[in-house]
């Protein structure tokens, strides 16, 4: 008869995917290169940008994907959004109309 032999300790770790990609400024005066969880919101990756690039914080920002012309959803994983080396353009949301 065979057993296996375990050996107790925790168990391995799932890690979420990484994603990478650059956020210009709306002036197109600074770029930085960010990384981050493929589940976390976009608003997350947004407001980690805005600290980063030293923008007013209380003002609304939107990362906009300059390859598919769309702005991406706050609330949606920023890993369903866009692919690996996306370029991304950081900009104030803007109220127009109505």
Do not use: Y
């Not at 995917?17 to 770029?31: H, L």
């Not at 976390?40 to 906009?64: E, F, H, Y």
């Amino acid at each position: 008869m065979k057993t296996e032999e375990r050996k107790a300790g925790p168990e391995p770790i799932a890690t979420d995917p990484v994603i990478s990609f650059e956020v210009t400024n709306c002036t197109g005066t600074e770029t930085v290169r960010v990384s981050g969880q493929t589940s976390l919101p976009a608003g997350a990756i947004t407001d980690a940008v805005v600290a980063k690039m030293s923008l007013p914080p209380n003002t609304p920002w939107a990362l906009r994907d300059d390859n598919q012309g769309v702005f991406l959803d706050d609330e949606k994983p920023i890993g369903e959004q866009m692919s690996p080396g996306a370029k991304l353009t950081i900009t104030p949301k803007a109220h127009l109309g109505g």
